[in-house]
């Protein structure tokens, strides 16, 4: 871990808390937390799901070291039953 | 016809599908009745939607429990994208969930008629293809833009029949014979489908493929109705091949004059 991180970890470790919003609902979760923590605390399967942080799609591969932090928007979606457009809800 | 006596696969970007019959998987009353629907149908195409995943209910179950992706080519849709931007969104987000490039490309112009914005659908597809998508759009009875979509890149085309869930059936037969005409990509008729006869109908134009959901899952006995299309879809495949005879005014007797009394 270089210094800068360390700096940065240990900030975010003293609070221990952090507030995140996960598929429009502002969640408290503990600090450190990776995309993969997320997913496993949620019951879901990575391989069922694709997830977005701040607007970046993630690669399933970086859902295990991936920190989410502060404030992060996640967007967690799957596949649902559909056949062509519904009307906006 | 796919596992019956006249094989005839349906050939889109390479890869080769069994059934002429793609279903979607909405409007269902479970998963159960989705399951044996689909597998009534004979599809080995089915369309699903992305949405965000239920994080309240753990115990909610996925569709893939039910359509094993084993089994069948699942094709996410961008259905409910109304902008460009929304649609190239949903389609990455389809190919980061699930494991191949293909997408059923849509972008609604309108809420009432769910018709496509043609405009939106070539630039998105134009965005999507450059990224390696493999893109099935769902356009209009428009042979022009079927056309365009087919130079971007498009290796198949989806025109409607009629608007989605209308179950008017084939409102603009001509046109849709156009685009089979001139357009040299798979052409698979999606959406407006009301019963077995309009599906029997499109394949008899000359359709390569007809998808639907609204005609099988809004039906009565969907499972039933499933089975009807799969008939349908196979029964007008056929009879397209077969080659129709050509309609005359008059009568033609069918028996000889010869040897009567």
Known sequence: M?????????????????????????????????????????????????????????????????NLQEGDTVEIVSFIGGGASQQRS | MNKH???????????????????????????????????ASGADVVTVAVRRVNITDRNSENLLDYIDPKKYTILPN?????????????????????????????????????????????????ILIAEGFIVLPYTNDDPIVAQKLMDIGCPAVMPLAAPIGSGLGIRNPYNLKIIM?????????????????DAALAME?????????TAIAGAKDPIMMATAMRYAVDAGRLAFKAGRIPRKLYATASSPIEGML
């Open chain 2, 181 to 197: 005409e001139t357009v040299k990509v798979p052409v698979i008729v999606d959406a407006g489908v009301g019963t077995a006869s």
């Open chain 2, 78 to 126: 961008t259905a409910g994208c109304y902008t460009v931007e929304d649609a190239v969104r949903y389609s990455r987000l389809a190919r980061a969930a699930g494991i191949s490039d293909l997408v059923k490309l849509e972008v609604i112009g309108d809420e009432r008629t769910l018709f496509p914005d043609t405009a939106g659908l070539i630039e998105a597809a134009k």
């Open chain 1, 2 to 66: 270089i210094f800068h991180d360390f700096l940065i970890h240990q900030q975010y470790s003293r609070s221990f808390i952090m507030h995140i919003i996960v598929n429009g609902e502002s969640q408290e979760r503990s600090n450190p937390l990776t995309v993969a923590n997320l997913l496993e605390s949620l019951d879901l399967r990575s391989e069922r799901v694709a997830v977005e942080v701040n607007l970046k799609i993630l690669d399933r591969s970086e859902f295990p070291t991936w």
């Open chain 2, 205 to 213: 134009y000359g359709a390569d493929a007809v998808l639907m959901n």
């Open chain 2, 5 to 39: 006596s006249f094989p005839d696969p349906l050939i889109i970007a390479g890869r080769e599908f069994g059934s002429r019959l793609w279903v979607g998987t909405g409007k269902y009353k479970d998963f159960e009745e989705t399951r044996k629907a689909i597998e």
